[in-house]
T-cell receptor, first 115, second 113 residues
């Protein structure tokens, strides 16, 4: 247990569905991250939130919509996804991103399959 | 643009063997390098973090080295055990950001009893 939880752990959705991934951290961190891990590719950073404000959007398509209502929770809203969006989506958290290097703690991920 | 390469992509060894995993990166101006372990269907667990000013870090049977000038790091696992079977990921923190990590594709390690 790293102190970062993700739900659901597995998700199957059609291309017309709308679903949301949830991440919660119990570490008192102020920064949260979404990563995508596709087969045969390195982890890709998608979004970063620092004190609830988005500080990074790594050219992610608008069919992925993040939401950070507070420093402990992070959501990824999904709609009209494509089969190539099937991947493991990992959430991470760290201390606030200002003032030095910060270790990131990862959740177990949500395995997403888009049909 | 930073690129991280890990060799080999997969490795299978008998229990008890010492082994080395390799990581190379294209931009030597890094702030730190981190080795992670990922078990099937699970998230990442940080194993070792080496600051740019350090040459190596040790934790139990694991030893990570860093040669920043040549853009290389190795993860040495001594006396491997079946429980070490996992994917090992290397990530570097570089560029103008203090949080952006660039990951390699990983090495899938299988330790056979």
């Amino acid at each position: 247990e790293t102190g970062v939880t993700q739900t659901p752990r597995h998700l199957v959705m059609g291309m017309t569905n709308k679903k949301s991934l949830k991440c919660e951290q119990h570490l008192g961190h102020n920064a949260m991250y979404w990563y995508k891990q596709s087969a045969k590719k390195p982890l890709e950073l998608m979004f970063v939130y620092n004190f609830k404000e988005q500080t990074e959007n790594n050219s992610v398509p608008s069919r992925f919509s993040p939401e950070c209502p507070n420093s402990s929770h992070l959501f990824l809203h999904l709609h009209t996804l494509q089969p190539e969006d099937s991947a493991l989506y990992l959430c991470a958290s760290s201390q606030a991103v200002a003032g030095g290097r910060k270790t990131q703690y990862f959740g177990p991920g949500t395995r997403l399959l888009v049909l | 643009k930073q690129e991280v390469t890990q060799i080999p992509a997969a490795l299978s060894v008998p229990e008890g063997e010492n082994l080395v995993l390799n990581c190379s990166f294209t931009d030597s101006a890094i702030y730190n390098l981190q080795w992670f372990r990922q078990d099937p269907g699970k998230g990442l667990t940080s194993l070792l973090l080496i600051q740019s000013s350090q040459r190596e870090q040790t934790s139990g049977r694991l030893n990570a080295s860093l040669d920043k000038s040549s853009g290389r790091s190795t993860l040495y696992i001594a006396a491997s055990q079946p429980g070490d079977s996992a994917t090992y990921l290397c990530a570097v923190n570089s560029g103008g950001s203090n949080y952006k990590l660039t990951f390699g594709k990983g090495t899938l390690l299988t330790v056979n009893p």
